[in-house]
């Protein structure tokens, strides 16, 4: 069945370094969706991605799609101690048009 | 946005006995969910909660395992039949809007462990 690969499992970062997570899906995507889970909070959706290649930002954060809608990244620009969380990506297949949660990224951030 | 109502927040139950989580939207929804989140893992859908009538399961969930009620557009229920430690998880309630169908958002959830 269709999956979502996310890398890495756990980062480690002093606070003010950069972080960066991947999601990859074995198939095609019709949109990615980005979310954050604060420990012991429940995800809370940070943004959403449709178009090929597309780009946006969060102050901060820098959310890609991947030209060929498979592939889509988050990246944390001088990261602070707010940012400590699990960010999961999830897309949604072009197939079934389920959404299928990757395994998530959790972050740690020394300050 | 969407404020979710969860309970319980937390549980604590005897191995075969079941539990009941309920999930109330302040919000007019089109979709209803309902995931399973164990430790440092990532979330699993159980199933889709249709109004008025049988929820739509996943492979590997059944209704007598984990049968779900959804009487109208803002509430649901989900029981944990008969459980086991294997069942001690978060499971977490989700909606999406009529305004923003594609976005979810997600109860604070129900952690629960069985003895």
């Known amino acids: 069945g269709q999956q979502v690969m996310q890398i890495p499992q756990y980062q480690h970062v002093q606070e003010g370094e950069d972080f960066t997570t991947y999601c990859n899906s074995s198939t095609t995507l019709s949109n990615i969706q980005w979310y954050k889970q604060r420990p012991g909070g429940h995800p809370v959706f940070l943004i959403q991605l449709v178009k090929s290649g597309e780009v946006k930002k969060q102050k901060r954060l820098t959310f890609q799609f991947g030209e060929a809608k498979k592939n889509s990244s988050l990246h944390i620009t001088a990261t602070q101690t707010t940012d400590v969380g699990t960010y999961f990506c999830a897309g949604t297949s072009g197939n079934t048009g389920k959404l299928i949660f990757g395994q998530g990224t959790t972050l740690q951030v020394k300050p | 946005s969407a404020v979710i109502s969860q309970k319980p927040s937390r549980d604590i139950c005897q191995r075969g006995t079941s539990l009941t989580i309920q999930c109330q939207v302040d919000s007019q929804v089109t979709m209803m969910f309902w995931y399973r989140q164990q430790p440092g893992q990532s979330l699993t859908l159980i199933a889709t909660?249709?109004?008025?009538?049988?929820?739509?399961?996943e492979s590997g969930f059944v209704i007598d395992k984990f049968p779900i009620s959804r009487p109208n557009l803002t509430f649901s229920t989900l029981t944990v039949s008969n459980m086991s430690p294997e069942d001690s998880s978060i499971y977490l309630c989700?909606?999406?809007?009529?305004?923003?169908?594609?976005?979810?958002?997600f109860g604070s959830g129900t952690q629960l462990s069985v003895l």
């Open positions: 909660a249709n109004q008025g009538s049988e929820a739509t399961y």
């Open positions: 989700s909606v999406s809007l009529w305004t923003d169908n594609e976005k979810l958002f």
